[in-house]
């Protein structure tokens, strides 16, 4: 088990320096020595815990899976028929998740739009991770919710760019805000009216 015996906040110090370094630098140019200096310990520490760079890049992968599992899409509820409104859940349960893990969701992306940089053996499990995605988000939807006009796969896309983009805008604007202190009222306020305009969009 890694990190046993260690306190929680040298442990997320750890990760948290790796996640940004992995992040900012890909595997190839990620640098322990950076790692230590930013976590705050020994380099003989780091390889008591993880044999060499794979070990942790590869236990930074299981870790970061197991978040999202856990974290975002296990607290969607795929009980929702209405395709924006179960999205819409969705990306404030994603946004909580971010909130609570921002290095290691900038990390996720990285292997997730390269998965060839993935281990063989972690594939297995990011697969299995994309098909429960899919079936939590695109299931048991009510397409009589849709216009008799409207392609629903094509709008089932056109949504979830539209919400995806405004999540990623909505990161840039809060990079470096203080997220305790910080009225989230009116963001998603202007989310909420985002989502009305495609609802009179694609809906009847």
């Known amino acids: 088990m890694k990190f046993i015996n260690l306190d929680d906040n040298k442990r997320r110090n750890i990760l948290n320096a790796a996640f940004r370094e992995f992040a900012e630098k890909g595997f190839e140019q990620a640098s322990t020595n950076v790692i230590v200096k930013e976590a705050g310990i020994g380099k003989g520490m780091l390889f008591y815990y993880f044999k060499n760079k794979q070990g942790l890049y590869e236990y930074l992968i299981e870790y970061t899976l197991d ?3 856990e974290d ?3 607290r969607i509820d795929p009980g929702e028929r209405d395709f924006i409104e179960r999205f819409k859940h969705a990306a404030r349960v994603k946004m909580k998740a971010f909130l609570d893990h921002p290095d290691l969701f900038r990390f996720s992306g990285t292997f997730m739009l390269d998965q060839e940089s993935i281990p063989d053996r972690l594939k297995p499990r990011m697969e299995q991770l994309q098909e429960m995605g899919n079936k939590i988000m695109y299931e048991n939807i009510d397409y009589s919710l ?3 006009d409207v392609d629903v796969e094509k709008a089932f896309r056109l949504i979830r760019w539209a919400i995806e983009g405004y999540q990623n805008e909505m990161k840039q604007r809060l990079y470096g805000a203080n997220f305790a202190t910080l009225d989230f009222d ?4 202007e989310f909420d009216e985002y989502l009305d305009v495609l609802r009179k969009s694609f809906y009847s």
């Open 67 to 69: 978040v999202i599992m």
């Open 186 to 189: 009116p963001y998603w306020k």
């Open 146 to 148: 849709f216009r008799d």
């Open 72 to 74: 975002y899409l296990q």
